[in-house]
């Protein structure tokens, strides 16, 4: 559909610590492994040993360095992937309706059969979700791993998209946010979870919880030598301490 | 018929079939061997995953561990054994047949063998199967034996061992479920990288938590830090001193646990001059003594009633004696400890460094926690609860690459036991089979070479008084890398970074072959990689032959070191071979539980290679060494090294895999099960014995812990493991380069002992800090592995070169300012001896005397299949060629290598630099310097790669609508 | 953003195609002229064949050319879907109108009419197509689609003036239309120059949602390239830009206005002027092609804020 449904039953989507995350690749590569046999198979690699290469990623990670005001510069790793929009511009911009958001859960795909490869969802795109390629000639992007969480023929507790069953520090979260009363959307609010740019007004699903960048949980700033005088000598101080400890 | 304005809807299937079948195997994309699930559809890897079971990662897997299928699909790698054709470091080679390659191979060795085996230098790299290779060395009867070690971890490994029976690295854990406050020191994506990030993400989302990073670079884990220290690198154990000096000043101590598990009551004689000062004073039955407070009087340290002095002088027959920490409290309560002047030389600030003892001190003392665990300890007291001090401390690369890594490794020991948090609820804790008693035996073997004759010791181990070294009747080193002597007595990994320079120098001696393993000594894992190679191709003027006459390398891949071998024996990947991570060497244990696992073949191998441990196994057979042959002469193990792993006993009922031994329900100890390695299998292919919860903390004191280590050999003797707060086995060097006892160093070395080598460690700047030119070469340059890629292996896989398939010089925005610098430009970066020239960037996370970048990005033309011309080749560097191998010439000629004095451990990061922007006719877009392209006939080009495109997808009827929630860390919310 | 040959092409050489129906309707209008049957059939077959040859090479950046049917299907939602439709509905009118205007059946002004509107449509929806990207803050711009249509109705009008010139029809009033629609041209563009310098409200802290007085890029997901910094992000230097705007002001704008303005006064074969007619309209082309693809190559899609791109 094109057309955006008006509302979906479920809101799957992502939630992304930016607080834990060590910038270290693993849901980037992981989904490049799932998906490259996945759904939108392949994830081709142009020249993939040669003096340029690129190749197609649905995740990815960027990282910032951003000047706060407590503790000067803090560094940032941010992953991105498909929001999975409730207004995805991708979709309406769509002139064959390969581009479309399913009714059932929200998630965005690209129907490859009938994809034109004409790039304009991407340029529609505020983050970069979307993935040309070239040798197929259509557009692929994140799939929330579709053919994954819903897989019958893996374990119930493995049916979680690549990104997120492998990332090592437990950054990354998946879930219904369309529904009040699920754990995902209790940490959203608990953690003051926000939107990517909310002025394009795309309205994405998956939420990014900030890096926390007050912790004070301290009473003292500094300890108090146990002798009174600045210059104590050994001898004084270990009288203090045996003293103290008597 | 076509109807132009129908929206075709798609039909998404969601249950395709995922995988014919799911092998279980242990991933070896880096040394962190998590467990994977390897799902095979059609012959070909679908997918690999982390195996939820698995103690090290629980499921989750790293970037690496993720693009195994690029490490197995990479054209890079070795197809046939090969023989140099032409000269060394061509690249050119004939192929031969296996059968011609073990023949020469063994004529080579065999006649090393029967002339003077030491002859053979036998050196591993990334070797996890060091029990084997070590056994086989010894067997072969050379000494010069070692693993990458000595490069790598040895002062973090010894540091430990001397101290608390234990060590860094991934040999222990931050108690992760209770810790509140945790410092980390110098630790970037490396060992145990899994569990620390898992770890991480744990503490983080847990409430009153913080979590310290004291690092001079704030990427990766220091990103998420509640608080980052940048410090200068080299400068840690200062900033420990300094923490500790707070901390003492307040009596921020544990002195209960001081007095019960560390050795700072023990006396000490205080006796200088003389042969006993500064040993531990000991009763006639070699016991060692406290001075009881209650009686007045010296008393057994054993002696369970007792109320021992922490200070004081007595009489000892008529000598002084003072308890060890009296002499530990003076010598760290130094004025030169004091915050104040202690941050200008870390670079952090005096506030802070009171601030940090602060929080640690709270932590400590007023947020204790007490766990509902009753346990016994090893004086047979009864405790209700497992008390815990949650400050818990972790120590990486970057305290270990240092010349001072020593040093500064047991200085953050000491301050855990000053705070009582090592094995404790909440602090640092061992994995098994650690703790072991201080210092741990066997000592190393090799005093003699005698033709055909193997040890019965093996070549690396702990020594614990100069008689242990590896030294002649001259005090000459015996080893080729003179680990084990006095330049280096406490080398227990040795020294691999040396091997090149004294083998081609003839120094102690020449050798005949250098036997490597999975090293790429030609390249990044060289100091000096110019002349090292330069070295390794270098001819004896006279008789126009190889100064190091033969070279025989494995490898499975075409690195820069392939080309520089006489004989190329081609290895397998990991998934087509066996192995074993053994509680022998680096099992996968963690506090929890003892685990061992194995690698099993998941695939067939379609080239004409074998797995390294099957050939050395033939080898050993070939060559009659005595564990490899039975006794008419035929092969012990003709299946090779599976046979091995489920054979061999190094002890009776010992064997490398503890788990499902005898009839298949002994654990450690049990006679040879043919089963064992089906069990492994099917238990995907690792085994954990899980220790019951009252052997989970206390172990060096803990009853029902030592007891079960005692029963399985892990430890020798059922005492407590006391901490060595105080180490004596320092003091013996000491007193040896004083002049005492029958084994002393040369009179040249004194010096240089005496400086290093003290009972309560010092820190000193790292020894090229001084040496040269320090005003000119101010600034610190080091390196960091990124996250996705392990050393050199990363950029010959597909999908991890694409996120870096270059580097840049990262420099602080204060050096840019100063130096007139913009991202991009391209500068010259020169240490006391040599220069590169690369492109830089400016950040702001970063020490401000810093310069850094990551490790093992640049490439030699030629080598892994890259294109001669990328960006690994041409924007890639190492900054290895600016770090020296050894140190300028001393006033009698002598050059040490660029090590920590006591351990021989390589410092990488000692390195000093000056950067400046390169001329304009100076700038032609590519790094120098460049070497000359490698003639690689093996080399294919790809296109482009559709993997997963022959996959078919086949797709089962069941389709669910369910989704399962996830949340990351849920257990915390 | 890529400055794709084939879009610029074909966003360029459709709208000449069109704007000759506008240029042509206003002569009808407003100027009595018989045209010959040469006049005709050239300004019909070369209408054609821009359009033609304008919508073919739009379909050559596709993937998937053979499935371009299929991108009628969303004219509810999609702008490129409209404007595939408009398209093809222009040509209704369009060949009906060649038809009965060279055999001049009386009728074909309705139908001019009805083609130059459809043709106005078809360039509003290819305006309003890059128009609707908020993601490219220089192209979501109210004056984007109405410089789409004058700058089609600009070169189509050249072509019917240099048209015209050649067969030696009236000039007086068209020049006028043409001095206007130039110079509403002209201040719509100087206008839109100084309105896309304003800040896009998308900036690197809505981006990663951080507030923060600095926020610098450190590494980014490959060192090398991918397809969304080719696609995306391209570069062109500030002086080369502002010499490549004065160089289609020169080509687009004055020369066109300095040629009709001053041919009279030029003492030359009047050939030659013929033929240079041609070639100030040929210049204006190329001064259009400039403008489309510093429209491109100018734009920045927010995307590069993940990418280090300032705002």
Known sequence: MTELPKKTNKKLGLVIDLDICVGCHACAVNCKEWNTSGHSSPLHDVEPYGDDPTGVWFNRIHTFEVETEVKGSKTVHFPKSCLHCEDAPCVSVCPTGASYKRDEDGIVLVNAETCIGCKLCSWACPYGAREYDETAGVMKKCTLCVDKIYNENLPENERVPACVSSCPTGARSFGDLGDENSEIVKLVSEREGYNLMPEQDCKPVNKYLPPKLNKDIFKNKELKPISKDEDQDFEDWIEQVQGASE | MINPFETKKEEVNTSPIVSDEIKKTTCYMCACRCGINVHLKDGKIRYIDGNKDHPINKGVLCAKGSAGIMQQNSPAKLTKPLLRVGERGDGNFKEIEWDEALKIATTWLSEVRNKDPKKLAFFTGRDQSQSLTGWWASKFGTCNFAAHGGFCSVNMAAAGMYTIGGSFWEFGEVDWDHTKYLLLFGCAEDHDSNPIKMGLGNLKTRKDTKFVSINPVKTGYSAIADEWLGVRPGTDGLLVHSIIYELLKANKIDWKYLERYTNSNWLVYNNPGNNNHGLFVRDENNQTLIFCKNKKKILKSSETNKKPSFFGSYKFNGINVVPAFELIAKELLKDNFKPSIVSSKTDIKENVIKRIASEIAETAFEKEIELPIEWTDLNGKKHDTMIGRPVSMHAMRGISAHSNGFDTCRLIHLLQMLIGSIDVPGGFRYKAPYPKHVVPGPKPSGHKSIPNTSYEGMPLGFPSSPEDLLTDENEKPIRIDKAFSWENPLSAHGLMHMVINNAWKGDPYEIDVLFMYMANMAWNSAMNTKETIAKLIDKDKNTGNYKIPKIIYSDAYYSETVPYADLVLPDSTYLERWDCISLLDRPISSANGAADAIRQPILEIKRDVRPFQDVLIDLGARLGLPGFINNDFTPKFPNGYIDYIINHERQPGIGPLAGWRGNGNSFGKGKVNPNQIDEYIKNGCFHNHEFSSDQSYYKFSNKSYIDLAYELGWIAKKEQIVLQIYSEEMQKFRLAAEGHGSKKPPDYMSTRIKKYFRPIPKWYPPIEDKNFQPEKYNLNAITQRPPHMYHSWGSHNAWLRQITSRNYLYISEYIAEKNKLKDNDWIWIESYYNKIKVQCRIMKGVNKLTVWTWNAIGKRKGAWNLDPNSPETEKGFLLNHIIPDLLPKREDGYNYSNSDPITGQAAWYDLKVDIYKCKENEIDGRVYPSFKTFRNKSRKNIEINTYGKQIKKIYSKNQSTKHFEYIGNKKNY | ?311
């Open chain 3, 1 to 311: 953003m890529h400055p794709s040959k084939s879009i610029i092409f074909f966003t360029v050489i459709s709208g000449t195609g069109y704007g000759i129906f506008i240029g042509l309707l206003f002569n009808v209008l407003f100027v009595e002229i018989s045209y010959n049957l040469e006049y005709k059939l050239f300004l019909s077959l070369a209408s054609f064949l821009m359009i033609v040859t304008g919508l073919l090479s739009s379909t050559l950046h596709l993937g998937h050319p053979e499935r371009a049917w299929r991108a009628f299907s969303q004219w509810k939602t999609s702008w490129l879907s409209r404007e595939g439709l408009a398209a093809v509905i222009t040509f209704i009118p369009m060949i009906l109108f060649y038809y009965f205007w060279i055999i001049n059946i009386s009728g074909y002004i309705l139908l001019l009419i009805l083609t130059s509107f459809f043709s106005i449509i078809t360039i509003f929806c290819t305006g309003q197509m890059y128009a609707s990207l908020k993601t490219i803050p220089s192209w979501n711009n109210p004056l984007v689609t109405p410089i789409y249509i004058l700058n089609g109705i600009t070169l189509g009008s050249l072509f019917v003036y240099s048209l015209n010139f050649y067969f030696n029809y009236n000039l007086n009033l068209f020049e006028k239309f043409i001095y206007i629609i130039i110079l509403l041209n002209f201040l719509s563009k100087i206008i839109y120059w100084i309105s896309v310098r304003k800040k896009s409200n998308t900036n690197i802290e809505t981006a990663i949602g951080i507030k923060s007085n600095g926020i610098t890029f450190f590494e980014g997901p490959h060192t090398g390239k991918n397809y969304l910094t080719t696609e995306m992000i391209n570069t062109i230097r500030i002086q080369n830009s502002n010499l490549l705007r004065i160089v289609f002001c020169v080509l687009s704008f004055i020369t066109p206005i300095y040629m009709i303005n001053q041919y009279s006064s030029l003492v030359t074969d009047p050939f030659i002027i013929k033929i240079s007619m041609i070639i100030v309209f040929v210049l204006a082309l190329i001064g259009m092609i400039i403008e489309r693809y510093l429209f491109f190559i100018q734009s920045k899609h927010v995307v590069g804020l993940y990418y280090g791109n300032k705002n």
